[in-house]
């Protein structure tokens, strides 16, 4: 099985609730999501300055004085089939994992943890309904689903839905079928859109949603039984 190649942000205070981790992120998604704001990650020609899995692994050895965490994103981290031999070996480490994904391979999600991965960010990007304008491919929701269903049952204290908020993709007229979808146990965390280099050029130019757009998202949510935080 190849390494994995990795990118890699040496220190984040964010990225990691309550800890001081570094964030590594896998190549390629099963996703085209227009707005991606990870383009070089999604398909080729790669983002450059990538590190082996090897080096990385030295990294983090190195820093345990330091860090406490780690971030595993992308890209799709679970495309992977390496990579539950490097969590692996970062948890021999003592470290904390936690794992961002898109939700749409819940039994390679669930294979993975939970003995693996300590905290679980789901990106739940719109309603059913609308799905396929925000990820840029057909998506089974079905999948999404029993990823909802599958963190309720074993991640309900360590896990977030995210919800980036997209103007143009996200309207307001499918939040009560997101709010459905999602159900009253786990915690959503609104974020905004940030405009800048995307996977399709034409949203590189979508303005932000305002302060009050998103106020606005997290009080219709709320109102309708959800869990929601603005971020």
């Not at 999501?33 to 020609?45: D, R, S």
């Not at 190195?62 to 406490?68: G, N, P, Q, T």
């Not at 749409?104 to 609308?130: I, M």
């Amino acid at each position: 099985m190849p390494d994995l190649r990795l990118g890699l942000v040496k220190t984040t205070l964010l990225d990691y609730p309550g800890l001081v981790a570094a964030v590594v992120f896998t190549l390629g998604c099963n996703l085209r999501c227009p707005w991606c704001q990870n383009p070089g990650l999604v398909q080729p020609p790669w983002a450059e300055g990538l590190w082996a899995e090897d080096a990385v692994l030295s990294f983090l050895k190195k820093r345990r004085a330091v860090l406490e965490g780690l971030v595993v994103t992308g890209g799709e981290p679970v495309m992977h089939e390496g990579l539950a031999g490097f969590l692996d070996q970062v948890k021999a480490l003592g470290y904390r994992i936690k794992l961002d994904t898109n939700g749409t391979w819940p039994d390679r999600l669930s294979a993975l943890a939970p003995g693996r991965v300590d905290f679980v960010s789901f990106d739940l990007k719109n309603a059913p309904s609308a799905y396929s304008r925000s990820a840029g491919v057909p998506v089974a929701t079905d999948r999404l689903r029993q990823t909802l269903d599958w963190l309720a049952q074993n991640y309900l204290n360590r896990c977030e839905v995210r919800l980036t908020w997209v103007p143009g993709l996200n309207d307001l007229d499918t939040l009560a079928e997101y709010a459905e979808f999602v159900g009253t146990g786990l915690p959503v965390w609104v974020q905004s859109y940030r405009p800048g280099p995307v996977l399709d050029p034409a949203f590189a130019s979508v303005r932000a949603p305002t302060t009050a757009e998103i106020d606005a998202v997290v009080v219709r949510l709320t109102d309708l039984g959800v869990d929601a935080r603005k971020r």
